[in-house]
């Protein structure tokens, strides 16, 4: 049974940060694509940042220069650093994970407010 596990939510001050984390166990399948995605109060679901296995990573435009997405393949892992976090940036987060037979997983959402 696949379980992701979601960390690192919680209620920052614009200009400040945080670090989330998602950590993924329970398949015998390799992990392929891992991202974050979110989705703010009365809008859809939006791409953050995805990281392939070989750690080729893109983000949304949004994003760039002040989120870093990284991963830890022993550890099945991903995170999301995240600095200059403005107020436009709250949201819950979700992680996503492709497992390496074509599933993907979705963890429960951690909800980041960015107070001005």
């Known amino acids: 049974q696949v379980q992701l596990v979601v960390s690192g939510g919680g209620l920052v001050q614009a200009g400040g940060s945080l670090r989330l984390s998602c950590a993924a166990s329970?398949?015998?399948?390799?992990?392929?694509?891992m991202g974050w995605y979110r989705q703010a109060p009365g809008k859809s679901r939006e791409l953050v940042a995805t990281?392939?296995?070989?750690?080729?990573?893109k983000s949304a435009d949004s994003v760039k220069g002040r989120f870093t997405i990284s991963r830890d393949n022993a550890k099945n892992t991903v995170y999301l650093q995240m600095n200059s976090l403005k107020p436009e940036d709250t949201a819950a987060y979700y992680c996503?994970?492709?497992?390496?037979?074509?599933?993907?997983?979705w963890g429960k959402g951690t909800l980041v407010t960015v107070s001005s």
């Open positions: 990281i392939s296995s070989g750690g080729r990573s």
């Open positions: 329970g398949s015998r399948f390799s992990i392929n694509d």
């Open positions: 996503k994970v492709k497992f390496r037979d074509g599933e993907d997983y």
